[in-house]
């Protein structure tokens, strides 16, 4: 549930407030009147396809209410003013409830809400908006970064059985495709309500010339698109008001203790451009913390043997990541997956490559008890490093000399939140200060474009999952890659429709991080882009972005996939470079 300040609407002057209380609106998303959230199971739609959705999103704004608080019967309208909502259909339930805030005590008849933003918000930085707000595009995934504008409404899914394509992904955007709905009520406001609207999702697959998906599988709302017309023309008849109901009282929230600072504030710099994180402030980063977990993140003690620390799996050259397929724990045995990079940690919530540890904090305590990493215990970790005069960095850190798990653990989260990486080649052309080759323009032409045989487009579409400043979604996808022996996100929540979805790593740094893929099969990055040239492994989970796609692959030409190559060198922050490699690579050849 999204906790909003309380705002005061938009009131002629007029009108006096008077005792009301809180609206919420509850989105319930429905199928055939049947309750529905994503992934959904099998869906017959109008057209007589079975469709599984995996993703039903959509962001909304401008709610106004018409009040019959007038001497007019026309009524007055209350406006909120800088109101967003995100909505969607994979929370539990498909439920989705979103707080509008106080309003004076009125009987209203109308409710009118926008899917979609206006010209001016749509255009807007994104990144000016906090970690967990509706329109911070970390929070939603739905910003065309770094094109601009937002993607109002996002759904997604597969086809099982079609010979033809696999999936379909239709994205609704751009202010023209702005909608409206309308809802009559008959509510007297004199308590907390809530709100209740079905959202009927087969009604925009249905209609009386129902939506034929297999032969329109995408959609990104370009100029004259039929697919974006009609879901503007048959969003509105998807919301009915269900009802109301008097909303439960919240008891007051134990306000949170401050504790006096220990240390000095880290200063946390990002670029401009990028969206807020959620930084912890419990503790808050410190300089005396984070240089603590610097030095543990390098000490070979955390291991059994004492010769292996965190940073020989993460190594600096390579991004944080470890240039061999599967790297050799403290006792000789190998891992079973690819070490992931470790920068930008800060926008992530969901750690490993399966998405089985919630929390940094939590993440880096495992491999030091790994039996087939470091192979040590918490307790002798503490104990040696006790005797190796820790103490005093603890103290300075924490504010005693104590040794703790806890601590031991805030301490490496707090390092590793600080590594960040927003320099590159590519960063600084986007500032003017440096200038891409036409071989690497033409690969990042490639990157953003969709393959779209209707309109004569033939890209890569790599930016469906690793769009936006960060070059990742930080959602889970089958990308196409068979393994009956590790299951990813299956292994985690025991639900088939996860079977081969792993975390969607970051494409900055990507030439200092191979070999790719959650099991290290390709070494090079032809291998990967030839991987999605040449045709997937096609499975109920395959992401529907992916499935659209011709079974025999995108069929790039070899100059692109090598532009292609091109324009992903270009990601690579010279942080993790030695200088002599950053000055060839400022100044590159000419193809």
């Known amino acids: 549930m999204l906790k909003w300040p309380i705002w005061l609407w938009l009131l002629p002057a007029m009108i006096s407030q008077s005792s009301g209380g809180d609206l919420s609106l509850e989105f319930k998303h429905l199928w055939k009147g049947q309750a529905l959230s994503t992934p959904s199971k099998e869906l017959l739609t109008g057209s007589g396809e079975t469709i599984k959705l995996s993703r039903f999103a959509y962001l909304l704004s401008s709610p106004r209410l018409l009040s019959n608080h007038t001497e007019t019967s026309s009524g007055t309208w209350l406006r909120r003013k800088d109101w967003f909502g995100y909505v969607d259909a994979s929370r539990p339930g498909g439920l989705n409830r979103l707080e509008l805030g106080s309003l004076p005590g009125r009987s209203y008849r109308t409710l009118q809400f926008s899917i979609g933003l206006s010209s001016e918000t749509d255009q807007a930085d994104p990144s000016q908006y906090p970690a967990n707000h509706p329109l911070n595009p970390n929070y939603n995934n739905l910003h065309w970064t770094p094109q601009g504008g937002y993607i109002f409404l996002a759904a997604e899914g597969h086809l099982p059985g079609d010979e033809t394509t696999g999936g379909f992904a239709y994205h609704l955007g751009k202010p023209r495709n702005r909608v409206v709905i309308s809802l009559p009520i008959a509510l007297t406001l004199t308590k907390p309500t809530v ?82 994180p959620v930084l912890p402030t419990s503790p808050p980063l410190t300089n005396e913390r984070v240089a603590l977990g610097k030095r543990l993140f390098n000490d070979p003690l955390l291991s059994s043997t004492n010769q ?224 999605y040239n040449s045709g997937l492994h096609h499975s109920p989970s395959l992401d529907p972005n992916l499935a659209k796609h011709p079974r025999k692959g995108l069929g790039l030409a070899t100059e692109d996939m090598r532009a292609l190559v091109s324009f992903l060198r270009t990601l690579t922050d010279p942080q993790f470079v030695p200088t002599a490699k950053i000055r060839q690579a400022e100044s590159p050849q000419r193809p």
């Open 195 to 276: 709100l209740e609207i079905n959202v009927h999702i087969d009604r925009i697959f249905g209609g009386e010339h129902p939506l034929e998906i297999g032969a329109n599988p995408l959609s990104h709302s370009r100029e004259g698109d039929p697919v974006a017309r009609k879901f503007k023309q048959r969003l509105p008849a998807a919301f009915e008001l269900r009802g109301f109901r008097q909303a439960l009282l919240a008891t007051d929230p134990k306000p949170p203790s401050h504790p006096l600072l220990i240390g000095t504030p880290y200063r946390f710099e990002i670029a401009r451009g990028f969206p807020l």
């Open 308 to 531: 292996q620390s965190c940073a020989s799996c993460h190594q600096t050259a390579h991004a944080f990541s470890d240039p061999r397929r599967f790297s050799e724990g403290a006792t000789g045995s190998l891992g079973t997956r690819n070490s992931m990079p470790l920068f930008n940690l800060a926008w992530k919530n969901s750690f490993f490559w399966d998405g089985s540890s919630p929390s940094l904090r939590e993440l880096v305590l495992h491999p030091i008890q790994s039996a087939i990493e470091m192979h040590e215990s918490l307790p002798n970790v503490m104990a040696k490093l006790e005797s190796a005069s820790y103490g005093p960095l603890f103290k300075a850190a924490f504010g005693s000399s104590g040794i703790t798990e806890r601590r031991l653990g805030i301490a490496l989260e707090q390092f590793l939140l600080t590594r960040t990486s927003y320099n590159s080649r590519f960063d600084k052309a986007a500032r003017g200060e440096s200038e891409l080759t036409e071989m690497e323009k033409r690969g990042f032409e490639l990157f953003m474009t969709e393959y779209d045989p209707r309109r004569g487009l033939k890209g890569a579409d790599c930016f469906h999952c690793h769009g936006g400043a960060l070059f990742t979604d930080h959602r889970f996808h089958n990308n196409g890659i068979p393994d009956d022996l590790d299951l990813g996100l299956e292994l985690v929540t025991g639900r088939e429709t996860d079977r081969n979805l792993f975390i969607t790593p970051s494409l900055r740094n990507i030439a200092l991080t191979g070999p790719y893929m959650h099991d290290g099969r390709f070494e090079t990055l032809e291998e990967v882009i030839e991987h």
